[in-house]
């Protein structure tokens, strides 16, 4: 669940932690007190779009923090696929805000914003009225079932996209090989001079890069060949002035030293040793004298080779190996020109093939979605009954599009009637927003344990809606709380009172500035606020009183 929000230098917030609690966690404030800005601030966490005008003015920077409790050890292992390992039971998702950039971070460690939002979609679930809209469109309501299918389909779709991505790459390799007959003696002809041209040149992997270290040698060998004659002719060659000749000298004239007593013998000895190390280095100078004599000849014939394998891989690929490769491919080619109705009658043959197994993995998708179906979409009628949806009929319809794709060629569309009598239409031609709110609440109730997510945020949840509705829905929220951690922003009194835990939200004004501010409620203040909610500026004994029995009742149907 999510333990702690910490912001700072974002819109009003100057700077803000909470900490929040299992169960029902209400967030409750006036209209434009940041109660949008606090569900921004999450979503930023998560990776959603960043501008630097989101910061808090005057403010050079801002942060957002949120740190996860993780006890489960099916969320753990899924985060380990990652590489993210709890610590301390904890993963803290942060994400520094900058000047038109931003830096995320997971448990102090610099992540992608991939990683980030991979991380993210594993612990928590921001629900807000643009979620409500995928209702409206019929290519989510697929998904949606397929979720509710889970582990049942899985495989099967991981089958139907692996088949479907055959059949697509032999089309493709059909399509791309209708040849006439001129055209296949054209492609013929140059695939055969292009495999005789490498074969020609044969090019062994890593050649080019020893010849071009010869070649740099062979072009530096001048300079570095006096350099080296420069230091031999110090070291030993020069007539009485090298050092070679000179430490024998010194070796000489110190001989009688050496048997005078300890000091002298061992300094002796350290002059043997430096005459011992001159002359292994003279003969290894000797020798690398000797590596930088090159003929005419030599550097000719060098650069000659390097000159062709260079053309080679200006033609064919980056690097030999990619030469050669290519040579594989195009001596493959070649056979395929030579017998070339053979060829297109063996890719006919595979075509057919792939299409038998694109058919049998869509067919085996479509029994287990029509299996579900009924299943899925009576689930979720019964949430909906619970909450004040009375005699609604929903089904979720199968149809084949005609045509196939990576999930199959089946499409899922939800038809709703919410009055008896009337017939089922399409559920995005009929519901309004507040049931469209409703309605996706229903459908998380029914997908809360396939979905896996400890911690869901619900915003806007009581749009369009009021009364015995908004008692229905906060009953449902406080049941989902059971299983899982939920987080949800409302001005409905109904819903505040379900809370297991009640934050508010509210503005200050000082030192010339206006500041959001979150603070944790008693009860006694839950009770009140509940009573500013219900009474507006106006809220005397009996609102109070009210507020206490609303809050009370709310516990009593737990």
Known sequence: MLH???????????????DLGPGLNILTGETGAGKSILLGSVGLALGARYTADMLRNGAGNGLVELTF???????????EALDIFPEDGRVTLSRRLMAGRSMSRINGETVSMATLKDVASMLIDIHGQHDNQTLLHKKNHLALLDLYAGEAIRPLKEEMEKSYRIYQEVCRQEEESALDEEGRRRELSLAEFEVSEIEEAAPVPGEDEELEETYRRMTESRKITEAVGETYRYTCEDAGANASDCLSRAIRAFGEAAEFDETGAQLYSQLLDADSLLNDFNRELSE???????????????????????????????????????????????????DYDSFREQLKEKKEQSLLKVEKASDKLHQIREKNSSAFSEAIRAQMSELNFLDTRLELRLTDTGHFSANGRDEAEFYLSLNPGEPLKALGNIASGGELSRIMLAVKTVLADEEDTPTLIFDEIDAGISGITAGKVAEKLRLIGKSRQVICITHLPQIAAAADVHFLIKKEAGDGAVKTEISLLDEEQSVGELARLLGGASVTEHIIKSAREMKEMAKSET
């Open 4 to 18: 702690n929000l910490h912001v700072k230098n974002l819109a009003l917030i100057d700077e803000t932690e909470i």
């Open 69 to 79: 409790s993780v006890d489960d050890e099916k969320l753990k292992k899924k985060l």
């Open 288 to 338: 690398y004298a000797k590596s930088f004599e090159f003929s005419e000849d030599e550097f000719r014939e060098t650069e000659d080779r390097l000159n062709i394998l260079n053309h080679l891989k200006a033609k064919y690929g980056n690097s030999l190996s990619d030469v050669l490769a290519y040579c594989e491919e195009k001596k493959q080619r070649i056979e395929q020109l030579r």
